[in-house]
Structure formats: C-alpha cells, structure tokens
C-alpha cells in the first residue's frame, strides 16, 4: 500500500483529505499536520512514500518544508498542493524537490490518481499549471536570448551562469563543463566584467531577472 501523509492547515480540508485516503483501500494515512513545523518533525520520522503540502502554510511555507525535508527523506514523494498558481510559486516548489503540482480544486478520484501515479514515478500537474510552465519556459527562451545580447555573453558563459544559478559549487560547474576549475574561473572572471558586478548572488540576480 501506498502510504500518505497530509499537511494542510485548514482542519475541515484536511479531515475530506483523510477520509479520501481511509476509504481507499490501496493507501496508508500516514498522519497529518497542520503547521510547517509539524510536518518537519514527524515526516522525517515516518517517512511516508508520498506527502500531500499545502504550500501556504500559516508558519513555514510548503516550499521551505520541501526543502528542508527532501534530503531527509529521499525515497519521498513530495505533491505541492495548493490554491495558488503563480508562476514563481510553481517554480521555487518543482525546483526544491516537489515531484507534482496540484490545485486544490483537483477532483478526489483525479487526486487519487495523480497520488498512484506519482507513486510509481509519474509526475502529474493540474492542466492549468502545465499551461503556465509552458508560458514561463516560452517568455524564458525569449528572455535568453535578449540576456546574451543585452551584456555580450557568450553561450558557454551563458551555460555556466545557469549552473551557477542551480546551486552547484565551482568544481561541480567545471566538471559539468568538462574544464578545469582556472578555466571555469576565468570565464567567471569575464562574465562578472560583462555584467559589471563583483560576485555570483550580483551575477544571477542581474543576468536572470533583466
């Protein structure tokens, strides 16, 4: 059986949630919890094979807690599930671990479904969702390609700021690169002069939010 824990801090949600999981004979409620620090501290213990995050939490976002809790449980499936559809949302959830996307608006038997899917590897998002990521990586492909005009950056300085910006280390970027840490270095170097700023937190803000 598939087991599920719930984190949603509206306690009538969350009760039409449990019921959902109980009725069900293929899952496992596996616990609730309605603050972010609840879920921070029995997750890790129980370690469920998916988790349910409402991501507007009262106390720590839903994004925040899947940061913190992917590492800790990395067998862990983890569904932001939400009301909210912006698109920086989205992204910050998809980007720190989330596997899928739901609205709460989601119907219980699709619900169902995108749990079992998820289970077994797939990655469901609500359709619109999936509407918005496709927008955002439209306006992102045009938004490139103005960037490496605007500052004279290269396309190989362009795929080293974009690993930079993922969160890898210098010696990760290098080896990703297939080049030596000085010749990462150096083109560093170069992409700092062309944009004109003194570290990687000045370098990623200015060339990627242009």
Do not use: W
């Amino acid at each position: 059986m598939i087991s599920v824990f719930v984190v949603e801090d509206k306690k009538d949600f969350q009760a039409l949630l449990t019921q959902l999981l109980q009725a069900n004979p293929e899952f496992t409620f596996s616990g609730s919890a309605e603050t972010g620090l609840e879920a921070l501290q029995a997750i890790p213990m129980l370690q469920p094979d998916v988790v349910l995050m409402d991501i507007g939490l009262p106390d720590i976002s839903g994004v925040d807690c899947i940061a913190k809790l992917k590492p800790q449980c990395k067998r862990t499936e983890f569904v932001a599930f939400t009301v909210a559809d912006q698109d920086e949302v989205v992204f910050e959830a998809l980007k720190v671990g989330a596997t899928s996307y739901l609205m709460k608006t989601t119907p219980p038997d699709e619900l169902i479904k995108a749990l079992k899917e998820v289970y077994h590897g797939g990655s469901p998002i609500s359709s619109d969702i999936a509407r918005k990521l496709i927008n955002v990586f439209s306006k992102q492909n045009e938004k490139q390609k103005n960037r490496k005009d605007d500052f004279g950056i290269s396309k190989r300085e362009d795929e080293m700021l974009g690993y930079i910006a993922e969160g890898m280390t210098y010696q990760e970027v290098a080896d990703k690169m297939f080049i030596s840490l000085s010749t990462l270095k150096s083109h560093i170097y170069n992409a700092y002069e062309k944009l004109q700023v003194n570290n990687k937190v000045e370098a990623i803000n200015k060339y990627f939010r242009k």
